[in-house]
């Protein structure tokens, strides 16, 4: 496919005439790869780490507001909600306005939002703007990709999503560490505070060095209908799968969201054929590549969210550690992926990318069977191990995913490749959740009464054992206040073997779904529109 021509829209002071993309310009500040790569990572590290820092201070913000625990499972969920709803739609207001302009704009809402939360004085206040924080950060994900697609030339792009990619992965898992640190030391309100002067940073260095590129093609209008049937039909699924684990899979309202997300989806399909610019052009997944990139990329997902999810319960409750020595446990992940993903970028652009993603899938795969044999005993060595195992198979499936997916859309669609790119991850990671928990769940209650009933324990009645069910899926023992130390231990036990036994099969699940995700990273092939408005500046 030949080279299209991009735009600099950046304004009559740095504006250079447009040429075709494969011409280098001058080198400089303003538009340089590599001070454009640093600017969009300290967006993008804001939102990746909100994703897991505010689990830690859950608790703290709980007691000091009274909140109830529903209440504060919204503080998660409305974030992850507003953000897996509005990611293609923002994807689409970079290709159209300008990634430099939403992500500029992504990056003062994202800030202004993190200040107010700190600032809150009730629950109400705080989960309205984590709501907002997730249309923000909807903002910065594509555009970050909008502009390393067109910005990087095509042999350089892959190194760049990689370190992009060890931004992200590292911020996510250390996420943990540093808002226990905070909560620790300082207060709730600092994990939130923290994004300002980040932001402020971010802010700075965007209105220096980010240069506007847009297709001469990208869209004129806006698919309004088409937006509106996307948003519901996402809406509908991801709410299904926030609200399964407490209605339960079997429930009619389970069932009656996810069948209007499929009629949406439905819908909006059809609405994509007949407008004139459509929202998503289903002509995009005619691309093998591309849509095995998006299936991979939810496959991979669920796997690593889903799998990870228990691994906190297990080592906090299990294991006894406090949030801080959990998250340090965590570190060979962290390490390995932050290692592991300049240097799948590096492969990824020799090999091409279905190699090294069928052999990240078989890491991961191999890593969740083995985090399906820890113990109540296991020791720190084995565990990471496992942990390393992981973080090394996931690297080049977040980079080369990603690189697959953007790479193999055109110039004018890169802000919603993106969008769909980090679309597939959260749903993916929704539904790891909320599967591999459903998973988890069903053995637990299929075991604990067994397992009670053998360790000589006395007889629970179905509302004790229906909460005694509750607590042991999180790895807690259902102690009550008062019970001899030697019956307690026995419930420790019987508690901490269930909630093993359960982790185990849900690991198991996740195994499974990633060596399907091997099968369909070999559909996956080097973007064939990679150079498509790329090399637009000098390295």
Not at 103 to 117: R, Y
Not at 137 to 153: E, K, N, Q, W
Not at 283 to 303: N, Q, T
Not at 476 to 505: N, Q, R, Y
Request: aromatic share 8%.
């Amino acid at each position: 496919m030949t080279s299209q021509t991009t735009i600099d829209t950046t304004g009559p002071g740095d504006r250079a005439a447009a040429a075709p993309s494969d011409v280098p310009q001058a080198s400089g500040l303003r538009g340089h790869p590599w001070f454009t790569l640093i600017t969009v990572a300290v967006g993008v590290m804001m939102v990746a780490l909100d994703g897991t820092i505010v689990a830690i201070a859950n608790p703290a913000i709980q007691k000091d507001l009274k909140a109830s625990f529903a209440d504060v499972q919204w503080i998660t969920n409305g974030y992850f909600l507003a953000l897996a709803v509005s990611l293609i739609t923002a994807g689409k207001l970079g290709d159209r306005f300008g990634h430099r302009q939403t992500f500029l704009i992504g990056v003062v809402g994202f800030a202004a939002a993190s200040g107010a939360i700190g600032l809150s004085g009730s629950i109400a206040s705080v989960v309205t703007f984590r709501v907002f924080q997730g249309l923000f950060g909807a903002l910065l994900m594509p555009a970050a990709l909008g502009l390393l697609r067109a910005t990087f030339p095509a042999e350089k792009l892959n190194m760049a999503i990689g370190i992009w990619g060890m931004v992200i992965g590292a911020s996510t898992a250390g996420g943990p560490i540093l808002g226990g640190v905070l909560v620790e030391h300082v207060n709730w309100q600092s994990v939130f505070f923290i994004n300002v002067p980040v932001g402020a940073i971010a802010l700075l260095l965007g209105l220096l060095i980010l240069r506007d590129h847009r297709a001469e093609n990208a869209p004129r209008s806006f698919d309004l209908l088409g937006i509106a049937l996307l948003s519901g039909a996402m809406f509908c699924l991801v709410w299904a799968l926030i609200k399964a684990p407490s209605w339960g899979w079997g429930d009619g309202k389970t069932w009656t969201f996810i069948a209007v997300s499929v009629v949406g989806f439905a819908l909006f399909s059809f609405w994509e054929t007949k407008v004139k610019e459509p929202l998503i052009p289903l002509g995009l997944f005619r691309s093998v590549p591309l849509s095995a990139g998006v299936v991979l990329m939810v496959l991979m997902a669920i796997a690593f969210m889903g799998g990870l999810f228990f691994v906190t319960f297990y080592l906090q409750n299990v294991h006894g550690m406090k949030p801080i020595e959990a998250g340090e446990h965590l570190l060979p992940l962290t390490g390995m992926m932050i290692v592991g993903s300049p240097l799948a970028g590096a492969l990824i652009t020799k090999l091409g990318p279905r190699i090294p993603l069928a052999g990240g899938m078989a890491a991961t795969a191999i890593a969740m069977y083995g985090m399906s044999t820890l113990e109540a005993d296991t020791g720190s060595a084995v565990m990471s191990l496992w942990f390393a195992l992981l973080g090394l198979g996931l690297a080049p499936v977040m980079v080369g995913a990603t690189e697959v997916i953007v790479g193999n859309a055109p110039m004018e669609l890169s802000g919603v490749a993106g969008g769909l790119q980090q679309a597939a991850m959260q749903i993916g990671g929704s539904l790891g959740t909320a599967v591999l928990g459903a998973v988890m769940a069903s053995k637990v209650d299929s075991d604990l009464a067994g397992n009670w009933k053998d360790a000589g324990l006395p007889p629970l009645n179905p509302t004790q054992l229906g909460q005694a069910s509750e607590a042991v899926q999180v790895g807690v023992a259902p102690v009550a206040k008062g019970t001899p130390e030697a019956i307690a231990a026995k419930i420790a036990d019987v508690a901490h073997d269930t909630f093993i036994s359960g982790m185990s099969l849900a690991s198991l699940v996740a195994c499974g779904v990633a060596v399907v995700a091997v099968f369909v990273a070999l559909l996956t092939k080097r973007g064939e529109n990679a150079e498509a408005g790329a090399g637009a500046a000098h390295i």
